[in-house]
């Protein structure tokens, strides 16, 4: 199975648009949005085009594909506009075998992680901090921020995972980083 993971778009079309592209690019059968989808927050600028109306509209045509979870920027009010559910602290999926753990990470982290077993995936943004890394019994993986990255290489990004292998990637599709899990 193939999958992007995105998250933290805050109401960028113009970022969004170019992880669509990739997305068309890339064609996984689902696009996992770790929340924070519409509005900035507080403590973030604004990002570069930003345009809740538009970027509705656009995630609304994909809504067939798209699993989401709720992030601290997503309220009620966004799930009357949008056409597929955002309220959910976490999901819980199955995939080549390992139960993946998809959630925005202001409720559940790796420092307060739902039970789990070895091997376990956190899948999760919030920080806007590209992670791929091995925590002892459970893998923590967070494909940065589209619209707002925090890293000091600036970069937005999404992930891919494949065949057990988690790839981050800009929004050109160029490779950042990957791990075998």
């Given amino acids: 199975m193939k999958l992007m993971i995105a998250s933290d778009l805050h ?18 059968e689902k696009l996992i949005l770790l929340g ?24 609304n045509a994909h809504k067939d594909c798209i699993m989401a979870v709720r992030g601290n920027c997503d309220a009620e ?24 753990v998809i959630t925005h990470g ?8 739902l039970p789990h077993d070895p091997g376990t995936v956190l899948l ?5 901090l590209k992670v791929l890394e091995n925590r002892g019994d459970f893998w923590y993986m967070n494909p940065g921020s589209v619209s707002i990255p925090k890293d000091p290489d ?21 490779e950042l980083k990957s791990v075998r899990i």
């Avoid at 079309?13 to 997305?23: D, G, I, P, R, W």
């Avoid at 202001?106 to 992680?113: A, I, K, Y």
Wanted: glycine fraction near 10%; proline fraction near 3%; include cysteine.
């Fill in 11 to 28: 109401g960028s079309l113009y970022f969004s648009e170019k992880m669509f592209a990739c997305f068309d690019q890339e064609k996984p």
């Fill in 36 to 59: 924070d989808l519409l509005y900035h927050g507080a403590r973030n600028d604004l990002p570069e085009g930003y345009n809740t109306k538009g970027l509705t509209a656009l995630l």
């Fill in 77 to 100: 009010i966004d799930q009357t506009v949008l056409a597929f559910p955002i309220m959910a602290d976490y999901l819980e999926m199955y995939v080549d075998g390992h139960r993946f």
């Fill in 106 to 113: 202001h409720v559940f982290n790796e420092d307060s992680m």
């Fill in 124 to 128: 999760h943004g919030h920080t806007h």
């Fill in 154 to 174: 600036g970069i937005g990004s999404y992930m891919i995972y494949e065949d057990g292998v988690f790839t981050i990637k800009d929004l050109e599709g160029n």
